[in-house]
């Protein structure tokens, strides 16, 4: 029975898919000269879609007898997610008209893609996670080769499709093995059979719906997918990847393992910690020789992820708001570092991706190298920028957890992953010019990176209101 | 001035500073942090003279708090050990501005804000009572100082960059683990509850052993001081000034702020591992500063085996050895940071750090020549500078722990002589073999303005320490009072006897009062 209550607890969604409906109907009948407007409605669309969030706690936190759930967590997580993509629009437009690939169906794939990662995140059933999952990863399919002129964005969407139907299906069978042996779909009603004991059956269950989602968070073992589809990928794509989707993944993640699997936790708690230790050493250490920064930049995105499971790996109240609060931060982060990878223009306003190419940068761009020095500094994890405290808090919840061992070994192996952002800013402030980068950058790149800036220097003042927003979110799930 | 947050003026101050040097030309940058760096001062002798220094009032003063970071809050505070390591700080920076006047041409703007940006670190870190700030104050001394090395640098600067930054990350980080447990267990990140608080004997070493990673690298001991050379030789002057000046005493501040008190049973426990440590350290680094051919390493090197001194005084777990310990910091601060100075204005006219290179500078630059031989004797711990001090306190100090590592560690001062003699003849006297070295002229004003209070206040600690030991005297005792249940016994302890006749027991008299000796002054 559909009732108001749950109408207006997706209303967010509702909205969205509305907007982007709509959005395709003008771009069908305007064509490719109405990118841009169609760009700031879908942006509009995003906004109000974002204060929707406020509508949709209020009629929770339980929606369609409990196939959705509207509660504090999702809301957190959408909102980043919203943000994260309207970045991802706004950064847009200057890189697509160089090729002049400035199409309106971009916007409108992002807004599909962020319903689907908001069904995610609010998923109170393996089947609206599997459709929320899906409809996310179509789009996002079709994002990775947005450039069809160029090979390598064709190849990224290819692979990205390949291996990404190759973890769905890994996924649906663990969701198919887990109802098969608990008789439920429902994450409450799979908890209640879990709570008796975890069966074999159960446990390979659960061993594959967490193989399947480790795709999506691109964690090692399963993240093969990611330095090719991030470096083919047009950067504007490459910098969605890396936040929004990795949001709602985790999120996904998270929801799953505490709602779903709570009373197994000792079960996944291993899983948790080996793919998070895994995925420290081998985004550190893979990340050395890398001599492209859209590579590196996602071999960066696997270690930050490892470092976001540890606090999953505590499985506290505690443990899931670092990790919450570790992905606010991280999407920051990652969007600053991209409004500047975005800038890496040569003289002609070709983008250019080698680190080589940044040699000397602080005596030509003063501003985007110190953008630059603070994203990089920042994802090192080197106080007192925010991504330290990031860093600090998953660990914290590791220590208190009793988990003192683990956290020690991944902050020791963070020392690893610090170096390859050292090189860039060796890069940048030590080596001698090399060639010329246009003169200046994009009015609307420099407003996203300052804003980011802002962010990563002086957060720790949000530190109230983060721990605030992120405990709530955690309380929600237990 | 209850209430004044001082503290927190005199870190904004440099902050500012350093926020304007980023965007004007190269002469206003020289002359804003020339003026931050001497408002710091006057307002650290402010500080100073505003302290309570009589040891009846409250152990931390000028203390602010503002619960504004969530998990952790702006706590600022000082007593006396951080007063002294914050005059230190304040009163060689606008002379690190100063060496840099010209020697720096290019990127000055960038290099004056990092430079102010470390004064603000390094009051930070002097002033926290809040553990994860001064984490935080700690920890972020590296993005300035990594960019100053490879930036200014030498020619192998980066290699000495990235060994500077990711030797002194990997000891921190390990820290930060054991702070979390602390902050856990005792429920607290106040920094003056915490050195109250009693950890598990069992714990506290695994936590000991975790900040001793830390300050270990930063102090630095060997054998992880490999750093040190390096960074020192690619540095330029003033970053080798303020390296050795007051980046190493981090590494002792956070011992006697932190091991000594908040784990003294794990210290006293390990304390053999300390000596050993220091013993080789003093030795090994002696020996290897005698065959430097180039100044700065011998410098460096002679920094390791200085630092061990205080790391022995430390861990005497007595009074004498703790005053000494901070007296050696002081005055290695001045002294260390006086030599690269010295360095520095010869490297300036040659451009070379080869010994061999120089020659008979006596000859042609007498000024030059007398500075430098009183800052080589200084070194050496000659009586009368600041160096004597605090050697003979700190020696003095282990002795009552330990009369073998007393004997190891005073061959240091011998050796210590040696390397600073022989570095001083080759360059100061004999021949004039070499034409351009010769022909430099002496010293500038600009230079000699530089060097002259630097030589002031090392003959003032020498003569009168007393006015550097006060401000220390209640918070040191307050120490070896934490210390005195955990302390290990000496083996120079005098064996009370049966009453003797008055000859004989004159002797141990004398022995017993030798501990009250750093009062006396």
């Avoid at chain 2, 440099?14 to 760096?37: D, K």
Wanted: aromatic residues 12%; charged residues 10%.
């Amino acid at each position: 029975m559909i009732d108001s209550a749950s109408l207006l607890a997706v209303l967010p969604e509702l909205i969205l898919t509305a907007g982007g409906l709509i959005l395709m109907l003008v771009a069908a009948f305007g064509g490719d000269g109405t990118a841009r407007l169609v760009n700031a409605l879908s942006v509009l669309t995003l906004i109000v879609a974002g204060v929707a969030l406020s509508c949709s706690l209020a009629h929770g936190p339980d929606a369609f007898d409990g196939l959705v759930r509207a509660d504090a967590f999702s809301v957190y997580a959408k909102a980043l997610i919203y943000a994260a993509a309207a970045a991802a629009i706004l950064l847009a437009p200057r890189f697509f008209s160089t090729d002049s690939a400035l199409r309106p169906e971009y916007p409108i794939l992002i807004l599909f893609t962020a319903i689907g990662m908001g069904m995610m995140v609010s998923a109170g059933d393996m089947l609206t996670l599997y459709v929320g999952l899906e409809m996310n990863s179509l789009a996002s399919y079709v994002l990775a080769s947005f450039m069809r002129q160029d090979g390598r964005s064709s190849e990224a969407g290819l692979k990205y499709f390949v291996l990404g139907s190759l973890a769905s299906g890994i996924l649906l069978y663990g969701i198919s093995l887990l109802y098969g042996f608990t008789g439920s779909t429902a994450f409450d009603g799979i908890a209640v059979a879990l709570g008796d004991g975890v069966g074999k059956g159960e446990l390979f269950g659960l061993v594959f719906v967490l193989a399947g989602l480790a795709f999506k968070i691109s964690a090692v073992p399963f993240h093969m997918w990611t330095p090719d589809v991030y470096e083919g990928a047009p950067t504007p794509v490459t910098t969605f990847f890396a936040s929004a989707p990795k949001v709602a993944a985790m999120g996904l993640t998270v929801r799953v393992a505490i709602e779903a699997l709570g009373p197994a936790g000792l079960d996944w708690q291993q899983i948790v910690i080996f793919v998070a230790l895994a995925s420290i050493l081998f985004g550190a250490v893979a990340a050395i020789g890398q001599t492209n920064i859209k590579r590196l930049m996602a071999y960066s995105s696997i270690n930050n992820v490892g470092f976001a499971l540890i606090g999953l790996a505590a499985g506290t109240p505690a443990g899931v708001a670092a990790t919450m609060s570790y992905m606010a931060i991280y999407v920051v982060m990652t969007i600053g570092a991209f409004a500047c990878i975005l800038q890496m223009r040569d003289a002609d306003g070709r983008p250019v991706e080698t680190i080589a190419s940044l040699a000397g940068l602080s005596q030509s761009r003063k501003g985007l190298a110190a953008g630059f020095a603070i994203f990089m500094f920042s994802m090192a994890g080197i106080p007192p920028l925010f991504g330290f405290w990031a860093k600090f808090l998953v660990f914290d919840a590791a220590v208190a957890s009793g988990l003192t061992a683990l956290a020690a070994f991944g902050i020791a192996a963070s020392v690893i992953g610090a170096f390859y952002y050292l090189k860039i800013i060796k890069t940048i402030y030590f080596d001698e010019p090399t060639g010329a980068y246009e003169a200046k950058g994009g009015a609307v790149e420099n407003v996203i990176l300052t804003a980011c800036a802002v962010v990563i220097v002086l957060g720790y003042l949000l530190n109230p209101v983060l721990d605030q927003a992120s405990a709530a979110a955690a309380a929600s799930l237990f | 001035m209850d209430g004044f947050p001082i503290l927190s003026l005199m870190m904004a101050v440099p902050m500012a500073g350093a926020i304007a040097c980023l965007f004007v030309g190269a002469n206003s940058a020289r002359w804003i942090a020339l003026i931050a760096t001497l408002v710091d001062f006057v307002l650290g002798m402010a500080l100073w003279a505003n302290f309570d220094q009589s040891g009846g009032g409250a152990q931390w003063q000028f203390q602010e708090y503002a619960p504004i970071f969530g998990k952790f809050a702006w706590a600022l505070g000082i007593d006396g050990i951080a007063l002294m390591l914050i005059a230190l700080t304040v009163f060689l920076m606008p002379i690190c501005i100063g060496a840099s006047w010209n020697a720096i041409n290019k990127r000055v703007g960038e290099y004056m804000a990092a430079f102010l940006f470390m004064e603000v670190l390094m009051i930070g870190v002097f002033t926290a009572q809040d553990l994860y700030l001064f984490y935080i104050m700690f920890e972020a001394g590296l993005i300035p100082m990594y960019l100053i090395i490879g930036i200014w640098g030498g020619a192998d600067r980066i290699y000495a960059s990235y060994k500077f930054f990711l030797y002194t990350l990997f000891g921190s980080v390990l820290m930060l683990i054991a702070m979390m447990w602390m902050v856990h267990e005792a429920g607290t990140t106040e920094i003056p509850v915490l050195m109250a608080y009693n950890f598990d004997p069992h714990v506290q070493t695994w936590l000991f052993l975790a900040f001793f990673a830390s300050f270990a690298v930063k102090m630095p001991m060997w054998p992880v001081h490999t750093w040190l050379p390096d960074a020192h030789v690619q540095a330029p002057t003033a970053g080798s000034v303020i390296l050795a000046g007051v980046l190493l005493k981090m590494g002792g501040y956070g011992f006697i702020r932190f091991s000594l008190p908040m784990f003294p049973e794990a210290s006293a426990q390990l304390a053999p591992l300390v000596w050993g440590l220091s013993m080789v350290a003093v030795v090994y680094t002696s020996l290897v500063a005698l065959v430097q051919s180039d100044m700065k390493k011998l410098i460096a090197y002679s920094s390791v085996a200085h630092m061990a001194i205080v790391t022995v005084g430390l861990f005497a777990f007595n009074q004498a050895g703790i005053e000494g310990a901070m007296m050696v910091m002081l005055g290695h601060g001045l002294v260390a940071g006086a030599l690269f100075l010295c360095v520095g204005v010869i490297y300036d006219r040659l451009h070379t750090r080869e010994i061999a290179r120089y020659g008979g500078l006596s000859i042609n630059m007498p000024r030059y020549a007398v500075l430098f031989l009183f800052f080589t004797m200084a070194s050496v711990g000659l009586p009368g500078t600041s160096n004597f001090v605090g050697e003979f306190l700190a020696l003095m100090g282990i002795y009552q722990a330990s009369t073998w590592v007393a004997l190891v560690c005073t061959t240091g001062i011998i050796l210590g002589a040696a390397y600073m003699l022989y570095l001083y003849r080759r360059i100061c006297y004999g021949e004039q073999v070499n034409a351009d070295a010769a022909a430099m002229p002496d010293l500038s004003g600009r230079e000699i303005w530089l060097l002259a209070p630097i030589a002031a206040v090392v003959l003032w600690m020498g003569v009168y320490p007393e006015s550097f030991l006060k401000p220390m005297r209640p918070d040191i005792r307050a120490l070896e009072a934490r210390l005195a249940p955990a302390a290990p016994a000496g083996d120079s302890k005098i064996k009370m006897g049966a009453p003797k006749p008055a000859g004989e027991a004159h002797e141990e008299v004398h022995h017993e009062e030798a501990p009250a000796h750093g009062e006396a002054h």
